[in-house]
């Protein structure tokens, strides 16, 4: 069973799942796990907002439940929906049949037979393990009135279906909130959450990640592919490589069997690293090599 007995025990488990945080994102989980607070995360994408999630549902053997926000979600799509071509097929049967009792077949139509539970009513319901991990992922992307619905979903760990009722769960699950800051989410929400920054990481702990997840990376070439991304990551970039793309770096180039970085490869392999044609254009002829000689100047002894 997973110790989340203390902050140095939180590290540790997700470490154990090969997921290295600091002291300070440990802290707050530690403290979300403890007091049933719900957990906000913010940063850019790729830092491991969405991993942290999935190291905790492995660690403590509880199922994850993820609600992927997008624009134009509403409280509907996000909690329940009826399944309407069975309810149809059920009506037509009772009709052809012709024993159909109106009362009846209302109170059948609208049971659990007939109901599509989306992640919200997923997470209110008893799951083997314990309560479930409630990731409700991207949150920037919604609009006001759904983060509304939120508020009082997230307060009393309730949603209504006007057809059945008021369905509560009998363990909060643990709740996982992230954004990539593309607009603010309201103050209201936020309250409610203990709220963390998830930044990149400095060198030493990107290294670890990168040692916990390309494990077959020699530490060389790890060194260099780190310090290259650490001083890619000053340019004006319109999206700067995070954590997720360091780790896909560098299971091309080892795919590639490179053994260093050169000028040539880095051109070959950007499309793993960036992901706008304007960014990759400024890395073409002399520019990958400025940087690379940068990053390797970090590297040398003082």
Not at 15 to 35: E, I, M, P, S
Not at 40 to 62: H, N, Y
Not at 69 to 88: H, I, K, R, T
Not at 281 to 301: F, I, N, T, Y
Request: hydrophobic residues 45%; proline residues 6%.
């Amino acid at each position: 069973m997973a110790d989340i007995s203390s902050i140095d025990a939180v590290i540790a488990t997700l470490a154990g799942q090969d997921y290295v945080c600091d002291r300070a994102l440990g802290t707050v989980v530690f403290l979300a796990l403890r007091l049933g607070r719900p957990i906000f995360l913010e940063g850019e994408a790729g830092v491991g907002k969405t991993e942290i999630a999935k190291a905790l549902s492995a660690a403590l053997g509880r199922k994850l439940i993820r609600l992927q926000c997008y624009e134009g979600l509403d409280a509907a799509s996000a909690v329940y929906d009826w399944n309407f071509p069975a309810q149809m097929v059920a009506i037509r049967t009772a009709e052809a049949s012709g024993s159909a009792d109106r009362s009846a077949l209302q109170a059948e139509l609208f049971g659990p037979e007939y109901l599509t539970e989306r992640p919200l009513l997923q997470a209110m319901r008893p799951q083997p393990g314990g309560a479930p991990i409630l990731l409700i992922d991207e949150l920037d992307r919604t609009d006001e009135p759904f983060e509304a619905f939120l508020l009082e979903a997230l307060s009393d760990f309730q949603v209504t279906i006007p057809e059945i009722g008021t369905i509560s769960a009998p363990e909060p699950p643990i709740v996982i909130l992230t954004s990539n800051r593309t607009r603010e989410v309201h103050d209201a929400l936020k309250r409610r959450c203990l709220y963390h920054w998830v930044d990149y990481p400095g060198f030493e702990r990107e290294m670890q990640i990168l040692s916990a997840r390309a494990p077959e990376a020699s530490a060389a070439l790890s060194r260099e592919v780190i310090a290259f991304v650490q001083r890619l990551r000053t340019e004006d970039l319109f999206k700067k490589p995070g954590v997720a793309e360091t780790i896909d770096w560098a299971k091309c180039l080892l795919a590639l069997d490179v053994l260093t970085l050169s000028p040539e490869v880095i051109s070959d392999t950007l499309g793993a690293l960036l992901k706008y044609q304007d960014d990759i254009a400024k890395l073409h002829g002399s520019e990958a090599k400025r940087l690379l000689d940068e990053a390797k100047a970090s590297l040398a002894p003082a």
